[in-house]
T-cell receptor
Framework: DVKVTQSSRYLVKRTGEKVFLECVQD?????MFWYRQDPGLGLRLIYF???????EKGDIPEGYSVSREKKERFSLILESASTNQTSMYLC?????????????FGEGSWLTVV | AQKVTQAQTEISVVEKEDVTLDCVYE???????LFWYKQPPSGELVFLIR??????QNEISGRYSWNFQKSTSSFNFTITASQVVDSAVYFC??????????????FGAGTQVVVTP
């Protein structure tokens, strides 16, 4: 079975803190994604990576950065957390290709910024 | 532009009733893929089905069935004889076959299904 593991399920951080969300996948997938989920807005893509050290902006990259130093690991970084970044964050992975490959998700990380 | 529309925000049913979730998509590609995911309260999105644009056969898996109609750009999902464990948010998603898509998905806003005993 594909396994995408997000290191933290629940976090509470203060405004201005630097926040790291870590994600590891065990299926040797080339693609990795970070999504944000908010009520009524569905899933919105923050960043994705199609290879080690490669990254592309998604639909809402502002206030976020990412790091992919190893194929299995993709980190989302909030440089200076703000209250409007309180949300659920979902990491996902898939095999490479022009589309059509199933995306597999982790369990999600609930972040509260106070 | 919204590429995947799930017009139903929430559907409430009593156990054993059937429930149909609508999904309408928009694409100019001739090759594309459609997906359904289930998100129970625990949070993880669970993959349910993948369908490519060249395969319009309906599919049944246990109590789940899917109706794909290219003529109306719809990919609807029916749960037959619903159970309390079916309570979840269900997402429809579209993946277009383009060289620069990198496998990105367009998700609908999701439909919350509430099944009461």
């Amino acid at each position: 079975d594909v396994k995408v593991t997000q290191s933290s399920r629940y976090l509470v951080k203060r405004t201005g803190e630097k926040v790291f969300l870590e994600c590891v996948q065990d299926m040797d997938h080339e693609n990795m994604f970070w999504y944000r989920q908010d009520p009524g807005l569905g899933l919105r893509l923050i960043y994705f990576s199609y290879d080690v050290k490669m990254k592309e902006k998604g639909d809402i990259p502002e206030g976020y950065s990412v790091s992919r130093e190893k194929k299995e690991r993709f980190s989302l970084i909030l440089e200076s957390a703000s209250t409007n970044q309180t949300s659920m964050y979902l990491c996902a992975s898939s095999r490479t290709g022009g589309g059509g490959n199933t995306i597999y998700f982790g369990e999600g990380s609930w972040l509260t910024v106070v | 532009a919204q590429k995947v529309t799930q017009a139903q925000t929430e559907i409430s049913v009593v156990e054993k009733e059937d429930v149909t979730l609508d999904c309408v998509y928009e694409t100019r590609d001739t090759t594309y893929y459609l997906f359904w995911y289930k998100q129970p309260p625990s949070g993880e999105l669970v993959f349910l089905i993948r369908r490519n644009s060249f395969d319009e056969q309906n599919e049944i898996s246990g109590r789940y069935s899917w109706n794909f109609q290219k003529s109306t750009s719809s990919f609807n999902f029916t749960i037959t004889a619903s159970q309390v464990v079916d309570s979840a948010v269900y997402f429809c998603a579209l993946s277009e076959w383009t060289t620069d898509s990198w496998g990105k998905f367009q998700f609908g806003a999701g439909t919350q299904v509430v099944v009461t005993p």
